[in-house]
T-cell receptor, first 109, second 113 residues
Framework: EDQVTQSPEALRLQEGESSSLNCSYT??????LFWYRQDPGKGPEFLFT???AGEEKEKERLKATLTKKESFLHITAPKPEDSATYLC??????????FGKGTHLIIQP | EAGVAQSPRYKIIEKRQSVAFWCNPI?????LYWYQQILGQGPKLLIQ????????DSQLPKDRFSAERLKGVDSTLKIQPAKLEDSAVYLC???????????FGQGTRLTVV
């Protein structure tokens, strides 16, 4: 049973075209929900941690939100350099992270 | 501040051979993780250390995989003998404590032929 499901698997946008990535989760004792960015051939790069429903965090063109069942990563007016795979992960207690499969995002100039 | 260091970056071995990966975490980080990332998938936790003690190794295939963290700093992950399905990127990550964000190294890409 998947604990973390990300959608869509892949997304192609035009530069400046805003959109949202979804992460739905099914864990009982969520300690935190994490968003990472991964470029080809590199390790995941930390973006955000969200701890409770209703929380929002922003960084440049990215904004992450959290509800009791899902999280959204909103990307506003994206640029080609935002192209990457975006990974969502959940943590229960002090356990390690459980990751989704990621959303492969391509921003075309 | 230096990030998580891993070596080697790439390794190609034949099945049934052995291989070892090394990780140096961010200075002061008590928690260290090893993840396996198969192409097209998210990282999967193999083992978690708190200082030099194992916190979680429930997903580590213990018949062939082993890991240690000497003196609570560097860590090595070993596979012996390797199988074709072990081809993946092996990522090391560290965090200040078990309940804070983890920072990842660049990974070691293993190809088993």
């Amino acid at each position: 049973e998947d604990q973390v499901t990300q959608s869509p698997e892949a997304l192609r946008l035009q530069e400046g075209e805003s959109s949202s990535l979804n992460c739905s989760y099914t864990v009982s004792g969520l300690r935190g929900l994490f968003w990472y960015r991964q470029d080809p051939g590199k390790g995941p790069e930390f973006l955000f941690t969200l701890y409770s429903a209703g929380e929002e965090k922003e960084k440049e063109r990215l904004k992450a939100t959290l509800t009791k069942k899902e999280s959204f990563l909103h990307i506003t007016a994206p640029k080609p350099e935002d192209s990457a795979t975006y990974l969502c992960a959940v943590q229960e207690g002090a356990d390690g992270l459980t990751f989704g499969k990621g959303t492969h995002l391509i921003i075309q100039p | 501040e230096a990030g998580v260091a891993q070596s080697p970056r790439y390794k190609i071995i034949e099945k049934r051979q052995s291989v070892a990966f090394w990780c140096n975490p961010i200075s002061g980080h008590a928690t260290l993780y090893w993840y396996q990332q198969i192409l097209g998938q998210g990282p999967k936790l193999l083992i978690q250390f708190q200082n030099n003690g194992v916190v979680d190794d429930s997903q580590l295939p213990k018949d062939r995989f082993s890991a240690e963290r000497l003196k609570g700093v560097d860590s090595t992950l070993k596979i012996q003998p390797a199988k074709l399905e072990d081809s993946a990127v092996y990522l090391c990550a560290s965090s200040l404590a078990g309940n804070t964000e983890a920072f990842f190294g660049q990974g070691t890409r293993l190809t088993v032929v």
